[in-house]
């Protein structure tokens, strides 16, 4: 990715050769595998650059790479057993052997790789250790805006090399496999791996180098493929399509969020055949289930995405969605390792940004009428400026009377909480 030049700068076979060292080491870190929980099983996370930076001082290969000979480098690998049997190459390291001085060219290179951590915005450990080695390197060379240049370069390469080099089923592929190794949830592969395509294409530099005449024409289309893969396959992309082409048609739109069969689904948008509605649910399997019969029905004003609410509300068009329904059974459904409110937290606050003005949030549940857990959900409603509605007789109540959803026990209390958010209007 890095050009002959490049915002004035020239760089030469050593300035490649800095980018190939930073890039083969920037990711070794031996400890990645041996991370414990509380419970003593091992847990992958990754790579970490501090770990790796730790490391590469430690048994100080950089070091030994810049300022030893051929014969000298190779002894630095090599394990010596016994004085009668020859010795083992490239199973160890020699630090020791390494002479005491620190090459200039080792500063650079971990000035690299600390630029690679990301995202390196919102790691200041990254950038203070990053920003004291581009000091050292300016006040020994009298300029450091060539190697900021180089890192930059690196970073971006690190970030977007692998899918330059895939296809769109490859690159679905090694993404659903990382969020599985990291146990992040698959519902969010897509919109989350689009957001981060997303904010590399908003990067001047990216742009810059892809659109550069000597950068291979092969990368460039293979980077766009999958980028519009990713992008096409948004659930947020998809719902804002849908949103657009189902208003020309239809009187309003309705969002119900966490499907489970899809009859509920069907049954509203049936009863109200002039206004639209989407489901939304994190269940990959319901999602299919529930398109496939709607498809045999041939229902024309309902459809259903794969995904995480909360995460697709926030990236919808604001004041797009009428009526939002959500069935609420007992917190069981919305509690995580953050706590059971901090869920409802971000529900409320993704409605907020997507529901119109004159909308309401209808939240069907089996918590008691009057109950701590009932009050809660007021407070947390009211944290983003929605009010509980005292009667429901001037709003429309999609989900029918007397319904229990198969999720809740038939000795359920069911009650219906709607609320309406209150925008203050403005005046000039």
Not at 46 to 56: A, F, S, Y
Not at 400 to 426: A, C, G, M, N
Request: proline share 4%; charged share 20%.
């Amino acid at each position: 990715m890095l050009p002959e030049e490049l915002h004035g700068y020239y760089f030469l076979e050593e300035d490649y050769e800095y980018v190939l060292v930073a890039s083969l080491l920037h990711d070794y870190d031996p400890y990645q595998f041996k991370n414990k929980t509380s419970i003593g099983l091992h847990r992958f996370e990754g790579p970490k650059v501090e770990d790796t930076i730790k490391e590469l001082l430690k048994i100080r290969i950089i070091d030994a790479y810049f300022s030893m000979n051929e014969i000298e480098f190779k002894n630095y690998f090599r394990h010596y057993q016994y004085p009668l049997l020859p010795p083992i190459d490239y199973v160890s390291t020699h630090p020791e052997f390494v002479k005491s001085n620190k090459p200039l060219q080792s500063l650079i290179i971990e000035t690299l790789i600390w630029r690679t951590d990301y995202p390196f915005t919102k790691k200041t450990s990254a950038q203070r250790n990053y920003y004291a080695l581009i000091d050292k390197i300016s006040h020994l060379m009298g300029s450091s805006e060539k190697y900021i240049l180089l890192s930059e370069v690196l970073s971006l390469a690190d970030l977007s090399v692998t899918y330059m080099s895939s296809d769109p089923i490859n690159a679905w592929y090694r993404v659903t496999s990382l969020y599985e190794e990291l146990n992040l949830p698959r519902s969010e592969a897509i919109s989350r791996t689009d957001q981060f395509f997303s904010e590399i294409m908003k990067i001047e530099l990216f742009q810059e180098l892809l659109n550069n005449h000597n950068f291979s024409g092969v990368f460039k289309q293979r980077w766009n493929l999958v980028y519009q893969f990713y992008h096409e396959g948004n659930p947020s992309t998809q719902i804002k399509r849908t949103i657009e082409n189902a208003e020309i048609s239809y009187s309003k739109i309705n969002l119900l969020i966490g499907i489970q069969t899809g009859d509920i689904l069907y049954h509203v948008a049936l009863e109200h055949k002039d206004e639209y509605f989407i489901g939304i649910s994190t269940n990959e399997d319901a999602v299919l289930n529930i398109k496939e019969k709607f498809a045999r029905l041939n229902q024309q004003n309902v459809s259903c995405f794969w995904g995480d609410a909360k995460k697709l509300l926030p990236n919808l068009q604001s004041r797009s969605i009428d009526n939002i329904l959500f069935i609420l059974n007992n917190f069981r459904n919305y509690n995580n390792h953050n706590g059971e409110d901090s869920e409802l937290l971000l529900l409320f606050k993704g409605v907020s940004k997507s529901l119109k003005s004159h909308g309401t949030f209808q939240i069907l549940t089996n918590i008691n009428k009057n109950s701590d857990k009932e009050k809660e959900i007021i407070n947390i409603a009211s944290t983003y400026g929605f009010h509980l509605l005292k009667s429901n007789y001037d709003h429309k109540i999609y989900f029918p009377q007397s319904y229990i959803p198969k999720e809740f026990f038939t000795i359920d209390s069911v009650s219906l909480l709607v609320f309406y958010l209150h925008i203050k209007s403005t005046t000039i």
